[in-house]
């Protein structure tokens, strides 16, 4: 059981828009920056998203995150075959003292 | 360029220890922190803990505490991870991940080892 809740499957057809959800409480996304990690299978994950909405150099702008709240939300405009992947959300836990991650999203592009 | 290279698969039987490498090159080493990240077979990512290479101050997982150590060898560039008493459920992908920092936060950035295998099995 993930601190940080994902769903576990999402989906979309190329080109269409895609949201995966990342639901915690006050002890870590109400209070914590939030990052986005893309994995694809057999590799080392990749960071997405850092601090809630920033992009590293070379994510391609299609990628967008945003908070509000205890809930993140990572967004996937113009989807394409390539974007299929696994999807984790992550953010410092207080409670924990640690990092927590989501149980992952597995992104199928139909 | 940035490259953390990790050691090789390992098996072991139920109750033993591992200790996974993590040699980094193409940075100042003391610079930034190491996190170690695990996924079991099909399952999802787990933070497992971080070690400072600055100073060797750690930080590790609740779920973890007592069974694993970090550790850094400067003159090498190389962060250990030892895990103890092994079990069947710490089978796994070991990663090691360097912290990147933007505005005084720090947090597990975009620069991974390639993964080490540990199968506990007896």
């Known amino acids: 059981q993930s601190v940080l809740t994902q769903p576990p499957s999402a989906s979309g057809t190329p080109g269409q828009r895609v949201t995966i959800s990342c639901s915690g409480s006050?002890?870590?996304?109400?209070?914590?920056?939030v990052y986005w990690y893309q994995q694809f299978p057999g590799t080392a994950p990749k960071l997405l998203i850092y601090?809630?909405?920033q992009r590293p150099s070379g994510v391609p702008d299609r990628f967008s995150g945003s908070k509000s709240g205890t809930s993140a939300s990572l967004a996937i405009s113009g989807l394409r075959s390539e974007d299929e992947a696994d999807y984790y959300c992550?953010?410092?836990?207080?409670?924990?003292?640690?990092?927590?991650f989501g149980g992952g999203t597995k992104l199928t592009v139909l | 360029q940035v490259q953390l290279v990790q050691s090789g698969a390992e098996v072991k039987k139920p109750g033993a220890s591992v200790k996974v490498s993590c040699k980094a090159s193409?940075?100042?080493?003391?610079?930034?922190?190491i996190n170690w990240v695990r996924q079991a077979p099909g399952q999802g990512l787990e933070y497992m803990g971080w070690?400072?290479?600055?100073?060797?101050?750690?930080n590790y997982a609740q779920k973890l505490q007592g069974r694993v150590t970090m550790s850094t060898d400067t003159p090498t560039s190389t962060v250990y991870m030892e895990l103890r008493s092994l079990r069947s459920d710490d089978t796994a992908v070991y990663y090691c991940?360097?912290?990147?920092?933007?505005?005084?936060?720090?947090?597990?950035?975009?620069?991974w080892g390639q993964g080490t295998l540990v199968t506990v099995s007896s």
């Open positions: 991940a360097r912290d990147d920092c933007s505005s005084s936060t720090c947090y597990i950035g975009d620069y």
């Open positions: 193409g940075y100042t080493f003391s610079t930034y922190g």
């Open positions: 070690i400072s290479a600055h100073n060797g101050n750690t």
């Open positions: 006050s002890s870590n996304i109400g209070s914590k920056l």
């Open positions: 601090r809630n909405n």
């Open positions: 992550a953010t410092w836990d207080d409670s924990l003292s640690g990092w927590v």
